[in-house]
């Protein structure tokens, strides 16, 4: 069976592909303590690592930060307008993520780099975007020299997905969707403000569905 290193971050997305990718390959699963990570967002982690049995390898990258972080998010407020989903940008977030996930992928004999990216990512975040994926992986089958011609390629299974496709994807695979961390604030439940929560919220009420991490907060 091939070895998969998947990019586990805590979220819906990534425990998605986490599960599915159980179902595929041997699996180990990386993650990224980039500056200001939320606890909660790093608990998830830890909590679906568990539940499904898989290693993790924590990378420590305190110099990578979110714009709402490098300049308190002054810049980004002034140029770019009410967008909320400029706070989280981060400059080749993916270009060094995938990287990091490429040097342990090497060294693993892990032959695919599993990422969450989904529709709705992509249209925003371009490094998220298939085109910007497949040259990375152009890039790696030149560089990888351990790989006895058979290089590691990131793949993208939720790519062609919006989140409602992606809960139901995650409902079929057993995914454990209480244990995922979508928000972008700490707390003891999802603020159902930012625009993670937003759209996580907008998907299930689309899908009739109640999402699982609210537990018995009233409405």
């Not at 425990?15 to 990718?21: D, G, I, K, Q, R």
């Not at 992928?105 to 998220?128: C, M, P, T």
């Amino acid at each position: 069976m091939d070895k998969a290193l998947v990019m586990l971050s805590g979220g819906l997305d990534s425990a998605t592909c986490l599960y599915w990718a159980i179902e595929r390959f041997s699996v180990s699963a990386i993650t990224f303590n980039y500056f200001g990570r939320l606890d909660k967002e790093k608990r998830a982690t830890q909590l679906l690592a568990e539940k499904a049995g898989v290693q993790v390898i924590e990378v420590d990258v305190p110099f990578v930060k979110e714009a709402s972080d490098f300049d308190g998010g002054g810049k980004m407020k002034k140029e770019k307008g009410s967008d909320l989903r400029w706070a989280s940008y981060v400059p080749a977030r993916n270009m060094m993520f995938y990287s990091i996930a490429a040097h342990y992928a090497e060294y693993l004999n892990a032959k695919w780099i599993v990422g969450g990216h989904n529709s709705h990512d992509a249209s925003f975040f371009k490094d998220a975007s298939r085109t910007y994926i497949e040259k990375m992986n152009s890039l790696f089958a030149e560089s990888c020299l351990l790989c006895d011609g058979r290089p590691y390629q990131i793949v993208l299974p939720l790519a062609e997905m919006d989140r409602k496709a992606v809960i139901m994807l995650a409902r079929k695979l057993h995914v454990p969707i209480e244990m995922t961390w979508s928000c972008h604030q700490e707390g003891e439940l999802p603020c159902e403000r930012c625009y993670a929560c937003r759209q996580r919220l907008e998907a299930f009420s689309a899908l009739g569905i109640r999402d699982p991490v609210l537990g018995k907060k009233r409405r």
